[in-house]
């Protein structure tokens, strides 16, 4: 099956820092989508990026599909950026990575 | 609103009481899947459904069972707990991820905290 890995694997910030995360995959995937999992353990979808560029306020993410990556940047960090970034992808199988952990210092 | 809403969200219970975590969706959504998360492990797909009456294996199946009769509910049986089942339980929907057009964006419920003991 298609194997999913995230890179780095923790990361520790402060505040105002950008970052960039990044996610590779061992075969084209579909339904690329990165998601937020808050310390409170809520999973929010960040982005719906099978391909190209999406910008949405201090996030944004790159999937190149043909060399199997994809990428999150984060501009000025804040506090609230902390927690785990996943990245997953699929057809009806939706794999996921084994997480970011991000945390972001006052 | 637009939600998927799973019970319970705490549960403690002991090996072998057999119990249900329930899921539903009010998108409409014809995907919908449930995940489980352990520390070090990142989620991992237990079973999905691409549809009514269409379910099928993820990566970790052993020991649970579900069913999809109805469009928006995907509940997750767990026969006969065992320690080992201890877990935090999420589900998702969306569309359906294979269909051409549609998004396969996925939605989260907010998790199931499971201790079997």
């Known amino acids: 099956g298609i194997q999913v890995e995230q890179s780095p694997p923790d990361l520790i910030l402060q505040e105002g820092a950008n970052s960039t995360l990044r996610c590779n995959f061992s075969?084209?995937?579909?339904?690329l989508q990165w998601f937020h999992q808050n310390p409170w353990g809520q999973l929010i979808n960040l982005f719906y990026i099978p391909s190209g560029t999406k910008q949405n306020g201090r996030l944004s993410a790159t999937t190149v599909a043909t060399e199997r990556y994809s990428l999150l940047y984060i501009s000025s960090s804040q506090t609230t950026d902390s927690g785990v970034y996943f990245c997953?992808?699929?057809?009806?199988?939706?794999?996921f990575g084994k997480g970011t952990r991000l945390h972001i210092l006052p | 609103e637009a939600q998927v809403t799973q019970n319970p969200r705490y549960l403690i219970t002991v090996t072998g009481k057999k119990l249900t975590v329930t899921c539903s969706q009010n998108m409409n959504h014809e995907y919908m899947s449930w995940y489980r998360q352990d520390p070090g492990l990142g989620l991992r797909q237990i079973y999905y459904?691409?549809?009514?009456?269409?379910?099928d294996k993820g990566d970790v199946p052993e020991g649970y069972k579900v069913s999809r009769k109805e469009k928006r509910n995907f509940p997750l049986i767990l026969e006969s707990p065992s320690p080992n089942q201890t877990s935090l339980y999420f589900c998702?929907?969306?569309?359906?991820?294979?269909?051409?057009?549609?998004?396969?964006?996925?939605?989260f419920g907010e998790g199931s905290r499971l201790t079997v003991l």
């Open positions: 997953a992808g699929g057809d009806d199988k939706i794999i």
């Open positions: 459904s691409m549809n009514v009456e269409v379910t």
């Open positions: 998702a929907s969306s569309m359906s991820p294979g269909l051409a057009g549609s998004t396969g964006e996925l939605f």
């Open positions: 075969d084209s995937v579909n339904n």
